[in-house]
DNA sequence: CGTAGAGAGATGACCATGAT
DNA sequence: ATCATGGTCATCTCTCTACG
């Protein structure tokens, strides 16, 4: 059987799912919930059947989960499905990796942890931290073999997402925290549509800052979307042309394969982590009002 | 199995300084 | 003059192990 993506796509935007009242309209709600449910579930189909379909019970439970959690006012529906999937199907992927990579081999919270400093002291002194000499002192360093020092690598690379995608309270983060969290939906699920609407509306906010704040922000803001843009040109054609895009964070990211953090950031520009930490968050903020104001 | 404690980031309070 | 931004300190939050 094959799904066509764009026919369930418009099935799920044009849903009147959102607009029902759940209590006074319990059977249309439950009948177009259950009809979400399957327009999710053949939207996955339509990305990759191969990729998805072993995980069609989980496909159902997230978009019940997502059904029940979301707020209209948080964006596109479709999109928070994406990325709630995308999470989840990282978490089912990541334990079938471990299990099958790192069947009863063992390491201490603390070895990991030092070999992660050990990464960033060598990162941030410029050192290749692919080449087998790295690996050899890193071996010698802490006492294990080089065979282990890979290992430890690839277990940290596969780490479980620790940010959720919905908190104890049941409220669904927004697009804008999904980049905070290390959220995103997948490069295939994404719209390109979405993200432009969205990366418009930073560059809007951007432009309005002052002009001494910018520097910071624009690496602050490419360190975190820079993997959004994961191996999708038009997408990143567009970010190029952004008056936030910072050319050498981006590549840096892209590098490293994971977001730059707001302390090493604020170290570069001499402030205080407390003080990036604070610009994003009001930054954030104003993207907000930027978009009630649109 | 539950929990204390560590690590690390986020942020609130308060004050100083800078931009407009 | 007024509002935005930044520094400092203290505290909160979240996650993850080790330990009892």
């Keep these: 059987m094959s799904y066509d993506k764009d026919e369930y796509e418009k099935l799920i935007s044009t849903s009147p799912l959102f607009s029902l009242d759940k209590e006074k309209q319990r059977i249309a709600y439950k009948r177009e919930a259950l009809k979400m449910v399957e327009y999710l579930y053949c939207y996955l189909m339509a990305i990759n059947a191969v990729k998805y379909e072993a995980f069609s019970v989980e496909i159902v439970d997230t978009a019940k989960r997502c059904i029940e959690n979301y707020n209209p006012e948080a964006g596109h529906f479709i999109n928070y499905f994406s990325a709630a999937w995308k999470q989840t199907y990282g978490h089912l992927v990541g334990k079938e990796l471990v299990k099958d990579t790192f069947g009863g081999m063992h390491f201490t919270e603390e070895e990991a942890r030092n070999f992660r400093k050990y990464m960033r002291l060598a990162q941030t002194k410029g050192f290749n931290t692919v080449s087998s000499e790295f690996d050899e002192r890193v071996a010698d360093a802490m006492g294990i073999t080089i065979a282990e020092v890979n290992s430890l690598r690839s277990m940290i690379n596969c780490k479980p997402t ?26 295939d699920i994404l719209h390109f549509e979405t993200a432009k609407e969205f990366l418009d509306l930073i560059e809007i906010t951007f432009d309005q800052l002052q002009e001494r704040q910018k520097p910071m922000l624009a690496m602050l803001i490419t360190s975190k979307i820079a993997l959004l843009t994961n191996e999708d040109d038009k997408l990143l054609n567009f ?36 003080s990036a930490s604070r610009t994003w968050k009001s930054f954030k903020e104003k993207i907000e009002t930027t978009r009630k104001n649109e």
């Design 239 to 274: 970010i190029r042309k952004k008056t936030f895009f910072d050319g050498e964070v981006f590549e840096e990211s892209l590098k490293r394969g994971e977001q730059i953090q707001a302390k090493e950031i604020a170290k570069r520009f001499g402030v205080v982590e407390a």
């Design 162 to 187: 620790s940010g959720r995608y919905i908190n104890d309270e049941g409220e669904e983060y927004s697009f804008i925290d999904q980049l905070d969290s290390g959220v995103y939906a997948d490069s």
